[in-house]
Every structure is written in structure tokens, then in C-alpha cells.
T-cell receptor
Framework: SQKIEQNSEALNIQEGKTATLTCNYT??????LQWYRQDPGRGPVFLLL?????KEKRKERLKVTFDTTLKQSLFHITASQPADSATYLC???????????FGPGTRLSVLP | DTAVSQTPKYLVTQMGNDKSIKCEQN?????MYWYKQDSKKFLKIMFS???????INETVPNRFSPKSPDKAHLNLHINSLELGDSAVYFC????????????FGPGTRLLVL
């Protein structure tokens, strides 16, 4: 079965810097991969989806890359702000394409 | 307007009791899900339900049963609650055709004493 690893449980960066979060998967390469944001006490919120034939996807200050050779996705937040502090989860469909497998998440703290 | 809503938000109960958590979505989606997020924050799929087709995660005990009175609702019923059932339960929904983007509810925090 698919196993997902995210670079670290917690990441602290200074405001204004670029945060880079990593998502690695171990098994088959999915047709797409997603990133979600989760704030304390709330449900995950969808941010971006990138497909296997896309190298890069952007949305405002967010950028996602997808390298099927490395079995890795990188999630970047440029010009980070304290309001970006949250847990970020990557998710991808299971090998049957019926359900999602979520990574353990990386808790990002942007320090003023 | 809340897209995916759950009730109750908090649920504290004794071991051995039976309880239900309700979920409603007003997005017109065909597929709904239940997830469990444990104390270590791992989010794991429990069920997905699409046009009366139920897909069960094989690790879910049969004490858990989803019930869908209609396309907009997927309730979670739990029998004989155990201490290990304490977690946050999230309902989610997605459009049937692609299931790509999921919309999550606010979660129900269950504590079994």
C-alpha cells in the first residue's frame, strides 16, 4: 500500500522567507497529488492539485512541483506571513483510485 | 452558508454506549466520506459512499456503520464505544465524477471515558 512521508513534523521560518515542504511517496505514482491546509480545530481545506503530467502549479504565493521520478512533491509558500502558520497535508489517491491517502502533515510556524 | 456541516461538534460519552454523528453537505456532491484523525493527527479514511456504493476501509471495526438517508447526508453510527475510538471524526464530500477535491466538515471531537 502507498506510504506518504512529509519532510518534518514541524517547520519554523521567519516571516518573508520562502517555506518549502516536502511530500514523498513510496509506491506507485498517482495520477495527481493534492495539498491541503489544516488549522487547529478545523477540517482540512483544499489548496492545490497537480497532475502527473504537470511539472509545476501556481496559485498566488503558492507553488507546487511534482517529480514522478523522485516520487516527490514540493510545496512552496513565498513571502510567508504569520497567517500561513498551519499544518499542511499532502494527499493522493490510493492504488484503486477510490479513496485518498493523507500524509502525516507538516506543522508550519511563520515567526514575525 | 456552511458547505459541509457536522453535529455535534463535541461528544463526550461513556465506554459501551452507542452514538451517532450527523453530516450534511449542500454542495450537490454525490460522494461523501468519513475520516478519523487520531491524537497523532493522522487522517485516515474510514468510508466512502457514492450512489449507494459503500467502500469500507478494511481496518475499520464493524462497530462503525455509515448510514445515508439521502445523497446530502451521511451519518456515522458507532456501537459499543471503546476508549480507542476517541478522536476527531471528519466528514467530507466530493463531486462524483472525479473525486479530486474534497470538502471537509469542521469535525466532531469524540471523547470516550
Amino acid at each position: 500500500s502507498q506510504k506518504i512521508e512529509q519532510n518534518s513534523e514541524a517547520l519554523n521560518i521567519q516571516e518573508g522567507k520562502t517555506a518549502t515542504l516536502t511530500c514523498n511517496y513510496t509506491n506507485y505514482s498517482p495520477a495527481y497529488l493534492q495539498w491541503y491546509r489544516q488549522d487547529p480545530g478545523r477540517g482540512p481545506v483544499f489548496l492545490l492539485l497537480i497532475r502527473e503530467n504537470e511539472k509545476e502549479k501556481r496559485k498566488e504565493r503558492l507553488k507546487v512541483t511534482f517529480d514522478t521520478t523522485l516520487k516527490q512533491s514540493l510545496f512552496h509558500i513565498t513571502a510567508s506571513q504569520p497567517a500561513d502558520s498551519a499544518t499542511y497535508l499532502c494527499a493522493l489517491p490510493d492504488n484503486y483510485g477510490q479513496n485518498f491517502v493523507f500524509g502525516p502533515g507538516t506543522r508550519l510556524s511563520v515567526l514575525p | 452558508d456552511t458547505a459541509v456541516s457536522q453535529t455535534p461538534k463535541y461528544l463526550v460519552t461513556q465506554m459501551g454506549n452507542d452514538k451517532s454523528i450527523k453530516c450534511e453537505q449542500n454542495l450537490g456532491h454525490d460522494t461523501m466520506y468519513w475520516y478519523k484523525q487520531d491524537s497523532k493527527k493522522f487522517l485516515k479514511i474510514m468510508f466512502s459512499y457514492n450512489n449507494k456504493e459503500l467502500i469500507i476501509n478494511e481496518t475499520v471495526p464493524n462497530r462503525f456503520s455509515p448510514k445515508s438517508p439521502d445523497k446530502a447526508h451521511l451519518n456515522l453510527h458507532i456501537n459499543s464505544l471503546e476508549l480507542g475510538d476517541s478522536a476527531v471524526y471528519f466528514c467530507a464530500s466530493s463531486q462524483d465524477s472525479t473525486k479530486e477535491t474534497q470538502y471537509f466538515g469542521p469535525g466532531t471531537r469524540l471523547l470516550v471515558l
